[in-house]
């Protein structure tokens, strides 16, 4: 069954965009607050988590998996590399590849990050049923299908 399309008189709390909006500034907000305490930022924390530890990752693939435009990517990990975080390394058999590394501080901060998400994404399974979630999951997925088809505005 799908939602009655009332939309032209909704309040904003009641539109699709603006709650998951306001719920990502939330677990933002809250992810930077426990980084703050280990000199990282929620931005470095996805970055670093989306690095291969053992084999690194093609720089190419690293702003996809983020949704990060190329050039902001690249200020990134600068900022990274400046911090002794990661460190860039050119492949020996395409000297055309780059390959993000993490540092032995950058895996550290990678754990730091790992066990910030692990914890989250545990309390809200210890707080909300698991077919609450499945639906929720299901839901997320078929809004991403909806944007993916970018049907819904008029040409």
């Known amino acids: 069954m799908k939602a009655k399309n009332t939309t032209a008189s909704l309040p904003k709390e009641d539109t699709v965009d603006f709650n998951i909006k306001f719920a990502w500034h939330s677990i933002n907000r809250m992810y ?3 980084a703050s305490g280990h000199d990282l930022t929620t931005s470095i924390g996805f970055v670093l988590l989306n690095i291969d530890s053992k084999n690194g990752t093609p ?3 690293i702003a996809p ?3 990060m435009e190329p050039r902001s990517l690249s200020r ?3 900022a990274l590399e400046e911090r002794g975080l ?3 390394k050119s ?3 395409d000297k055309r590849l780059v390959k ?3 540092t032995e501080l950058g895996r550290q901060k990678k754990d730091i990050a790992k066990k910030t998400v692990r914890a989250f994404n545990e309390a809200i399974r210890n707080q909300i049923d698991a077919d609450k979630l499945k639906v ?3 839901v997320i997925k078929d809004i991403q299908k909806i944007i993916d088809k970018n049907q819904f505005f008029n040409q």
């Open 100 to 102: 993000i590394f993490l």
């Open 86 to 88: 990661i460190c860039r």
């Open 59 to 61: 720089a190419t693939k």
């Open 136 to 138: 929720f999951f299901e």
């Open 76 to 78: 990134m990990l600068k």
């Open 91 to 93: 492949d020996p058999d």
């Open 65 to 67: 998996l983020l949704g």
């Open 32 to 34: 930077n607050q426990q």
